[in-house]
């Protein structure tokens, strides 16, 4: 009972001093003050920049539960995230358009962002960024995402996605899936 007065204590203390920077994102509208804020509290060390982080998000993204946890050096690139209860991000993962499965552990230096990011020109030129074009990528709930892995496609519940795997294609839940590009090694039918 002490330990949950303590937390609610702590993400009180959190949201208050986080509020101005939220309100002044706009709540996450304001693209450029949302990711500038972001990648600032990224930066605050320790347990209190573990609840700084959650308690930003909690104002400015879709969806982001206090009982989650984003460790030193993560940030979201956008403000179109979901979060459910109790998932863990690891330290040094950059998140786009998403939304991450309840329970679902993130190890660290994850990438989680969808394709076709930046066209081409008819001269082969790369073109800017277009965010109405970005893909929104979903992981299950009680999904494990190893170290370094980059993910570009959903990833279904119940599944592993080993370290340093690159997910280009869409992966059934329940299954281990490694490689570049991630396939099923163990579960269902690879």
């Known amino acids: 009972m002490v330990k949950t007065i303590a937390k609610a204590g702590a993400n009180l ?24 804020f972001a990648q600032m509290v990224a930066l605050v060390p320790g347990l209190p920049g573990d609840y700084l982080r959650v308690c930003y998000y909690a104002m400015t993204i879709t969806k982001c539960p206090l009982s989650s946890r984003i460790s030193f050096g993560s940030f ?24 991450i499965g309840e329970r679902t552990q993130i190890a660290s230096h994850v990438q989680i962002f969808g394709g076709r990011q930046h066209a081409r020109a008819e001269d082969g030129g790369i073109l800017p960024s277009d965010e ?14 190893g170290a370094s892995a980059i ?16 997910v ?15 396939r099923a090694i163990k579960g269902a039918t690879a």
């Open 132 to 145: 109405r074009a970005f893909t929104s990528i979903t992981i299950g709930k009680d999904c494990w995402l």
């Open 13 to 36: 203390v959190a949201l208050a001093i986080m509020f101005p920077f939220a309100a002044l994102s706009g709540f996450g509208r304001v693209a450029v003050l949302f990711q500038f």
């Open 76 to 99: 979201f690139a956008q403000s179109a995230v979901t979060i459910e209860r109790a998932v863990y991000i690891g330290a040094y993962c950059v998140i786009a358009k998403c939304h």
């Open 151 to 166: 993910v570009m496609a959903d990833v279904g519940s119940g599944t592993t996605i080993g370290a340093g795997a690159v």
């Open 168 to 182: 280009t294609h869409p992966i059934p839940p329940n299954v281990v899936a490694v490689g570049n590009p991630a």
